[in-house]
Each structure stands twice: as C-alpha cells, then as structure tokens.
C-alpha cells in the first residue's frame, strides 16, 4: 500500500488535482457576467501558444526523444484520434462553461465530483470490467448523495427538471467520463506530448468558427465580452494540470478509475473558493452532501486499489 502511494503517477494525479481545482475557480472568475464563446476562445488560444516553442524547439532538434517536453512527429492517423479528443472536450467545455455561468459554483464542483462514477461506469459497459463489493457501497453511497445534492437547487429556487443549466453540468460531466475513458487509450497508442500540443491547438482552432459563426452574430443580444487577465490563466493553468495528468496516465501501470478519482479532489479547492469569494448559500449542507460524495468516491478508489 506504501509503495502504491509514493509511485510517481499517483503523486502527479494530486499534481493535476490541485491545478484542476484553480482553473475551476477562475473559469467561474471568467464567465461571471461575460460571454462564454469568447472566453473559451482566449482561454484555449492561451493553451495553444504555450506549446508554440515546444514546437519549435521540437523541430529544431533542440529538443529530442527521450526529453520530457519533446513534441514528436504525428501521421494523418493520429491526428484523426487527437481531433476526435478536442471534439469530445470542446463539447464538455461548452456545456460546462454555460452552466459554471448561469449555477453556483458550491453546486457545479460536486456535480462534476461524480465524473469517477460515470467513467466506471463506462469500464463496466465497454470493457466489461466487474465491481467488488467495496466498489458496489462506493457506487451506491456515491448516487444516493448525488440524487440528495440535486434538491438542494429547490432551495435555491433552482429546479431540477426545469433548469436547462442543471442539465448542462450533468451532460458536462457525462461527456467528460467519456473522455477519461478515451484518454485512456490514447495515452496506450499515442505520445502524451504529442496527444496534449495537438489537443490544445485543435480546441483553439475549433473555436474560431463558433465565435465567430454562432456569437459574433447574435453578441448584441447576449452578455457583452469583457476581458479579464483570469481568462488566459484559465489555459494556462490547465496545461499544467493536464501535463501531470497525461504523464500520470501514460505510465503502463496507472489506473484510470484511481486518476479519475483523484483528479476529481479538485473539487473540495472550488467548493472552498465557492463559499468564501461568492459567498454562496446553503454552504453547510451543500458541504455535508459534498462529503458523501467524496467518500463513496474514495470507496470507489479503495476498491479499484
């Protein structure tokens, strides 16, 4: 057990929690009052250009294999895999930016917390892979708090069936089971340098069409964009946790339900800032549900363990 926790990809699964935790508090800074396609848009940009000398130095042989920021050549085929990687995100993203926007973020944070729970889920289904006994009192804990923490929105004068925005973090959240699961994969077959530089410029990419396309035209009738100096460190800061996460999961004997479960600790970081910077209501039971949750996720870890 004491050697399980000093192995390095579990101690850079903790890395990318704590950077996870802080992008989620300044994607709740960015969107606050401001457009959501924009800000995307700037913050993926910002993810991109960090890797522009990385590229460089890459093609330049000044960086080679073997070296840890090394950006190796990628075939048409990897690209198609990679580009399938931005879709699915962009697609969490959007849906997760609008609903950080319009939701508290004490009731966004430990929604997304039950991202583990989704991801085993699709273990179950797609690989096939069966539960242990403690795993089954971490599922089931884990969906009673989570049917529990959707009526606190009731207090709030939030309704579950009638707010599209609830829906929006669920579909968020499912979206991005689904992309742990593929990471997975992708960091078995693929370079996860090559995988992460790529991923961040096809988001960027991706961007510039919507904005322009579906916000541009339609900006006088939503929330004007206001740039704020929290929106690039949005990018920034999840490279540095997607770097730690990707190199936690491209080592052969990383578990992705435990990476999942870890990463998801980001949440208690939000919750906090949630409480203290926005002053948000119903903190104590919110908290209190929050705490089931985590425990049937770290039921969810200990079996997986």
């Not at 089954?136 to 804990?141: A, K, R, V």
């Not at 370079?191 to 339609?218: C, E, G, K, N």
Request: charged fraction near 10%.
């Amino acid at each position: 057990m004491r050697k399980f926790f000093l192995t390095m990809w579990f101690l850079y699964a903790i890395v990318s929690a704590l950077f996870l935790g802080i992008y989620d508090v300044l994607k709740k800074v960015s969107v606050n009052d401001n457009a959501v396609f924009p800000v995307l848009l700037v913050s993926t940009m910002s993810s991109a250009f960090l890797f522009l000398p990385v590229f460089i130095l890459s093609n330049n042989g000044i960086l080679n294999e073997g070296d840890l920021l090394f950006i190796p050549h990628a075939d048409g085929k990897t690209h198609l895999f990679i580009f399938a990687k931005a879709v699915l995100v962009l697609t969490s993203w959007i849906f997760s930016f609008f609903a950080l926007k319009h939701l508290p973020l004490t009731v966004v944070s430990p929604i997304r917390a039950t991202g583990p729970l989704w991801t085993l889920i699709g273990a179950i289904l797609i690989f096939g892979e069966q539960l242990n006994m403690l795993q089954w009192i971490g599922l089931i804990i884990t969906l009673a708090f989570f049917y529990l923490f959707s009526t606190i929105g009731k207090l709030e004068g939030l309704s579950l069936k009638n707010n599209k925005w609830f829906w929006f973090i669920i579909l968020a959240t499912l979206t991005g089971a689904a992309s742990g699961l593929y990471d997975k994969y992708l960091m078995t077959n693929l370079d996860r340098m090559a995988v992460q530089s790529w991923f961040s410029v096809y988001q960027a990419l991706l961007m510039v069409p919507i904005v322009y396309l579906v916000w541009y035209p339609q900006r006088s009738k939503h929330s004007p964009f206001k740039f704020r100096w929290s929106i690039p460190l949005v990018g920034i800061m999840l490279v540095i946790a997607d770097f730690a996460y990707f190199y936690a999961l491209s080592n052969p004997e990383a578990l992705i339900s435990v990476i999942s479960a870890l990463r998801r600790g980001s949440v208690i970081i939000a919750f906090v800032f949630g409480a203290i910077l926005f002053k948000e209501k119903n903190i104590k039971q919110k908290a209190i549900y929050l705490t089931g949750i985590l425990t049937g996720i770290l039921l969810l870890l200990l079996g997986s363990m």
